[in-house]
């Protein structure tokens, strides 16, 4: 099986070792190939631009779509974000790749408040609900879709519903080495169990 991730910095890994990633330790788990497309900072409409590219011209057997964080930052409407990976949806199905739907972290608002880099216009709690909305609508229309969803966005909860910090980088926005082993084995328990993987 042959596997890529196209993404953000959710999916780059930023400031983890590449070793240590959750694409390439979703790769050791199902001794698969796994590449990994996330890139910083991008927006699902330049994962859109360059999925032809990154994602058809290489014929993966599955494409993980992870993307939406930053749209949101920009304060893009979630319209947007949902139009752009439906797209990504039809392309990758058109060309008899499948696709999977990847649910974005959650953000750590106290951490993310002592950073010193530009804020988002309307604040962090409200990046936080722009994202607690993104992931309801991207579990309602991952059913229209008929495309499977992986969750990581539970995985940083605890059974109260309280935000595991220990699993964040101190930016409050990615995870740590922690946090990438948990998301590495939430997705390859997943696929297991999608494609029925040994």
């Not at 990633?21 to 990994?36: P, Y």
């Not at 993980?64 to 979630?78: E, F, H, K, P």
Request: glycine residues 8%; aromatic residues 10%.
């Amino acid at each position: 099986m042959k596997i890529i991730c196209h993404g953000d910095s959710l999916t780059e890994g930023i400031d983890i070792e590449r070793a240590y990633r959750w694409s390439s330790l979703l790769g050791n788990h199902l001794n698969c190939d796994v590449i990994n497309h996330g890139i910083g900072g991008d927006t699902t409409a330049g994962m859109l631009s360059r999925f032809s590219f990154e994602v058809l011209q290489h014929r993966p057997d599955v494409v993980i779509i992870l993307g939406g964080t930053n749209d949101l930052w920009w304060d893009l409407d979630t319209k947007i974000i949902l139009a752009n990976i439906a797209s990504m949806v039809c392309q990758a199905r058109h060309y008899g790749i499948a696709p999977v739907i990847g649910l974005p972290l959650p953000a750590w608002v106290e951490r993310l408040e002592l950073q010193d880099w530009e804020p988002p216009d309307k604040g962090y709690q409200y990046l936080d609900q722009c994202i607690q909305k993104l992931i309801s609508e991207l579990k309602r229309q991952s059913h229209e879709w008929e495309a499977p969803l992986l969750d990581f966005h539970d995985l940083f909860f605890n059974d109260k519903r309280e935000l595991i910090t220990d699993y964040f980088l101190d930016d409050g926005l990615h995870a740590n080495r922690k946090g990438h082993l948990l998301m590495g084995k939430r997705a390859a328990q997943q696929f297991r169990e999608l494609f029925y993987l040994p």
